[in-house]
């Protein structure tokens, strides 16, 4: 059945953690690209670190750098 | 035995030598008896020869193996007789059935019937051949006597269409009502 | 009930019409391919009511079948020989996932090289993939068992895929008496389709993903078991079907001739069970006394019926028209590992369309009986018709008196 | 900044948590295919990398029913399921997800017999130009002077073009699409589901492990393959082939923007000759002349 975490928790993947900062003007190409469906635009734009695998796509794509790619160390 | 007829029939392919054995089969059927026709499958061509069987039977048929030891032999070509073997393994009291001229000279009870004459005399050709392998089954049918010529009647109306089936159904009665018996010489 | 004189391919194209199938997959391949072109015919005909998908290979023709199961529709295709071969990948695929789906087999020899005509290795080479198998020795029983073969693979108990094989050309083409059961009396015997799930959007489930060791694991046994357990629910169909084909005997998975009061067994399967039992009547009369059991299902391998049925017998002789390279023949090999008997004997014979009749079972039946006289019956055999006569499709023209 | 997200449906195609590696194109593709078609989706997956996305039974990563089957299989497990639909009166879109391999390769005869028979439903063809789920092999769509890992020293035949052979098929609606143009993929694929018979849809999924660049730079080199002209964007509807506007200065060699800048950023190209480049340039300027003299028919 469809079911979330059904590869696991992959937010332990994660090495680099994406921020997204004050700067974001909600135009939510983040929201678009991310592979794992974990950037939520219901309430303002959230990441679900839960399964984020800290891949920099959003990071990437956002036309203004508002997300910031920090350390998980 | 359980057998009751085993009948093998001969010809060249395109002949509807398979078609003839399975006719008999359904016109038996439609009698309530037990029957079973097949052919010997292989590379089938125009002209080469080939043969099907047909077995009769008042109760169920097992065998399911080509007839080596038939009653009846049905013999759609006479040139047949020249170039291979179609008597072989007929049964001493067994029964020739001939499409020929002629009688021909056969050391078994032989019957003989002018098919190719009532083919082209009914508007029976298809390719350039006359179509006997249906009227051979009205000769066959008068010899042996367990089928009925209704049955057999029924059962062309099932395989062909309109002028066609129309056209076999009259033929098969003149084979039916003119087969002749050759007549046994004494040596 | 009405009779009528049809070939093997035609009973089992009226058996899939009668079952009411939702989705036919239809690729060609000798001998097989009359009983697609009957189905077409009668598609167009308006006779019925089937989805036909026409497919491009045997493989895409299993594909397609499975697909149409698991949207939860009732759906058959057919094939042979190097059809089957083809399809193997698929095959396992459908078993894997536990979708009832009904497939004839209209045994045919396997390349190379090229031969068209009867043998069982075909089918015989789909033993391990946890389908249920019967095989048919006449037109009815093609006929009678692809009937029976929706309920069971239907039945909630079973839910497994189930190919049913005749001998090709010999029942494929053989035009014989066949009784049709009426249209009512299949709408009352076949249920509607029920299967283990339906894959669509009101379930959304996933079919075929990964599945970890262990529930791989269990999977496998649970499929093992439902193949095992099927062997009461035969019965149980065969039983009731019974009712509608009193001819036919259904309600033991194999069939016995003459066998409990036989010291000597033949075992075999499929058509030429027929002649054999030709030739036994003629043994018993000479005071040979020799009894048959004919194989109906290879799946499942009804462990119960066949060590009851040859437990006492003196020896036992297996005819096979398969091949097991290397360790002989199917069946001989399935025996051996059922019945515990010191005579055990195998004979290899029909391959790629070598045709033998009662007189080829009485010589191979009347030298095994000499041989277990003689406490020597074990090991395997190759016959062929004629004193040393070689491989080759035995035409009539070549049977000397 | 509008990225018009209001005519994406809002059905959620992919949960979060799969086993796909981080960047991946295929889970982007997958996502859109959910906004293209909404949630009356049947999913059949061939053999590939979404085999195992999905993550483990019983739950699944693909928030659709989905029938995962062996690779030659798909298309004809699309038809039987497509008529089944039809006679349980269901309107499921059946799609069938394949990678190129499954595509170009070993399902080709399945697919080509599908779209022969115009069977109902959408193929559509996740590129990445290698069979990257068993580690990287050469495909038949494996593009010239690529190194795989069957192919160490460079891929010396061009890449087989599985848009215009399925064109040749004459069916109602084929297109290609790249996960750089989320917007653009969305429309074909929602034209697709509204068009009955065979659609058959390509989508380039740039992939960082197989092509080795940076898994965050994935969007990027999907755009990077259609500024280049390596990538056409283009769409075949009734006999009729159209250029995306995105395209449109690939049609004049001159206008063109260098295949170096598509090239360089990819580890795959690492070993590319000289000759092999220009070899590669020579087969894309031959691609947009075919694409030209197909948009005056």
Same mark, same amino acid.
């Given at each position: 059945m469809p079911d979330k975490g059904a590869g696991?928790?992959t ?7 994406p921020?997204i900062?004050?700067?974001c003007i909600k135009c939510k190409a983040c929201y678009l690209w991310c592979p794992e469906a974990t950037i939520h635009i219901e309430d303002g734009v959230t990441i679900d670190y839960e399964y984020c695998k800290?891949?920099?796509v959003c990071?990437?794509v956002c036309p203004?750098?508002?997300i ?6 | ?17 398979? &078609? ?136 062309? @109306? ?30 | ?59 895409? !023709? ?5 697909? !149409? ?8 295709? !057919? ?121 669509d959007t009101e379930s959304p489930v996933g ?53 409990? &009061? ?10 030429? !069970? ?89 010589? /191979? ?37 | 900044m509008s990225l018009g997200l209001r005519n994406l449906s809002k059905s959620n195609s992919l949960l979060s948590g799969t086993?796909a590696?981080?960047?991946c194109p295929e889970n982007m593709a997958m996502r859109m295919v959910g906004m293209g078609l909404g949630s009356d989706v049947a999913l059949?997956v061939?053999?590939?990398?979404s085999?195992?996305i999905q993550g483990?039974?019983?739950r699944n990563s693909y928030n659709f029913p989905v ?23 269901k309107n499921t879109t059946v799609v069938?997800w ?24 959408i193929?559509i063809?996740v590129?990445? @130009? ?45 297109? &290609?699409a790249s996960i750089g143009y989320p917007h653009d993929f969305v429309t074909k694929l929602k034209k697709a589901k509204s068009?009955?018979?065979?659609k058959?849809l390509?989508v ?15 969007p ?25 506007? @995105? ?12 295949? /170096? ?37």
């Amino acid at each position: 059945m469809p079911d979330k975490g059904a590869g696991g928790k992959t937010g332990n993947w994660r090495v680099m953690r994406p921020v997204i900062t004050e700067k974001c003007i909600k135009c939510k190409a983040c929201y678009l690209w991310c592979p794992e469906a974990t950037i939520h635009i219901e309430d303002g734009v959230t990441i679900d670190y839960e399964y984020c695998k800290g891949c920099g796509v959003c990071a990437s794509v956002c036309p203004i750098k508002a997300i910031k790619m920090v350390s998980e160390t | 035995m359980i057998i009751s007829l085993e009948i093998r029939f001969h010809g060249r392919g395109g002949q509807g030598v398979v &078609t003839s054995a399975e006719l008999l089969a359904t016109a038996a059927g439609i009698d309530g008896l037990w029957a079973s026709a097949f052919p010997i499958y292989g590379a089938e061509r125009r002209g080469a020869e080939i043969e099907a069987y047909c077995r009769i039977s008042k109760s169920q048929i097992r065998e399911t193996s080509p007839i080596s030891r038939p009653d009846i032999v049905v013999i759609l070509d006479p040139t047949l007789l020249k170039i291979s073997n179609p008597l072989r393994g007929l049964k001493e009291s067994g029964k020739v059935i001939i499409n020929s001229k002629v009688p021909p000279s056969v050391d078994f009870e032989t019957y003989y019937i002018d098919a190719t004459k009532i083919a082209m005399d009914n508007n029976l050709v298809k390719s350039g051949w006359p179509l006997v392998n249906i009227i051979m089954l009205g000769a066959l049918l008068k010899v042996i006597g367990t089928v009925s010529l209704e049955s057999l009647k029924i059962a062309i @109306e099932d395989e062909f269409e309109g002028k066609i089936a129309e056209l076999n159904e009259k033929a098969v009665e003149i084979a039916y009502n003119s087969v002749k018996e050759v007549e046994k010489i004494a040596v | 009930m009405r009779q009528k004189i049809i070939s093997g391919n035609e009973a089992v194209a009226l058996a899939v019409k009668l079952a009411r199938v939702g989705l036919v997959g239809i690729y060609p391949i000798t001998p097989q391919t009359s009983i697609i072109e009957k189905l077409a015919e009668m598609k167009a005909n308006g006779e019925l009511e089937a989805e036909i998908v026409r497919v491009e290979s045997e493989h895409a !023709a299993m594909a397609s079948t499975f697909g !149409a199961a698991v949207a939860g529709v009732r759906a058959f295709t !057919a094939t042979a020989s190097q059809g089957l071969l083809y399809m193997h990948e698929m095959t396992w695929w459908a078993l894997g996932s536990r979708v009832p789906i009904v497939m004839v087999v209209a045994s045919r020899a396997v390349g190379a090289p090229w031969n068209i005509w009867d043998e069982n290795t075909d089918f015989m080479s789909e033993r391990d993939s946890g389908w249920l198998m019967a095989f048919a020795s006449n037109p009815q029983e093609a006929l009678d068992l692809t009937l029976q073969a929706f309920r069971i693979s239907e039945d909630e108990r079973v839910f497994l895929p189930m190919m049913v094989g005749m001998d090709g050309f010999i029942l494929s083409h053989m035009k014989t008496n066949v009784y049709i059961p009426a249209e009512e009396e299949i709408d009352a015997f076949l249920p509607p389709r029920r299967q283990p799930y339906i894959l669509d959007t009101e379930s959304p489930v996933g079919m075929g993903n990964i599945f970890p060791p262990i529930e791989y694991m269990k999977l496998r046994q649970s499929i093992h078991e439902a193949l095992v357990r099927s062997e009461d629910v035969i019965r149980e169909v065969g039983k009731e079907y019974e009712k509608i084909n009193p001819l036919g005997s259904y309600s033991t998975l194999n069939v016995k001739y003459k066998l409990d &009061t036989a010291d000597y067994a033949v075992v075999l399967m499929g058509a030429w !069970a027929g002649d054999a039992m030709e030739a036994i009547d003629h043994l018993r009369d000479k005071g040979i006394n020799v009894g048959l059991y004919r194989i109906r299902y290879v799946r499942p391998w009804s462990e119960k019926e066949i060590s009851e049925a040859l437990k006492d017998k003196k020896a036992v002789l297996v005819i096979d028209r398969a091949t097991a390279m290397g360790r002989g023949s199917p069946l001989y090999e399935e025996i051996k590992a059922t019945v515990n008997l010191d005579q055990i004997s195998g004979v290899i014979s029909g391959l790629g369309g070598v045709l033998l009749n009662k007189e080829d079972f009485v010589n /191979i039946i009347s030298h095994f009986v000499e041989k277990a006289k003689l406490g020597k019956a074990n090991g395997i055999n190759w016959y062929y018709p004629q004193e040393g006569g070689k491989v080759e499709l035995r035409t009539p023209k070549s049977i000397e008196e | 900044m509008s990225l018009g997200l209001r005519n994406l449906s809002k059905s959620n195609s992919l949960l979060s948590g799969t086993s796909a590696c981080p960047g991946c194109p295929e889970n982007m593709a997958m996502r859109m295919v959910g906004m293209g078609l909404g949630s009356d989706v049947a999913l059949i997956v061939i053999a590939g990398c979404s085999s195992v996305i999905q993550g483990m039974a019983p739950r699944n990563s693909y928030n659709f029913p989905v029938l995962n089957i062996a690779f030659a299989a798909g298309p004809p497990a699309a038809s039987g399921m497509a008529r089944a639909y039809r006679l349980r009166n269901k309107n499921t879109t059946v799609v069938v997800w394949a990678g190129d391999g499954g595509t170009a390769d070993i399902g080709f005869a399945s697919l080509s017999g599908a779209a022969e028979r115009n069977e109902n439903f959408i193929y559509i063809c996740v590129d990445n @130009e290698a069979y990257m789920n068993s580690g990287g092999q050469r495909s038949g769509s494996t593009p010239l002077g690529a190194s795989t890992s069957t192919t160490p020293e460079g891929k010396k035949e061009n890449k087989k073009e599985m848009i215009f052979i399925m064109m040749d098929h004459n069916i109602p609606y084929a297109a &290609t699409a790249s996960i750089g143009y989320p917007h653009d993929f969305v429309t074909k694929l929602k034209k697709a589901k509204s068009i009955n018979g065979f659609k058959y849809l390509q989508v380039l999924a740039p992939d960082p492990y197989g092509w080795m660049f940076d898994p965050a730079k994935t969007p990027e080199v999907g755009k990077l393959a259609v500024q280049t002209c390596y990538w056409p964007l283009i769409e075949y509807e009734n006999g009729k082939l159209t250029v995306n506007s @995105e395209c449109m200065h690939c049609l004049d060699k001159s206008t063109r923007r260098p295949l /170096i800048d598509f090239i360089k950023t990819q580890g795959r190209f690492k070993k590319i000759t000289e000759e092999e480049y220009k070899k590669l340039e020579e087969y894309i300027d031959s691609m947009w002349k075919r694409i030209e003299k197909m948009m005056e028919l």
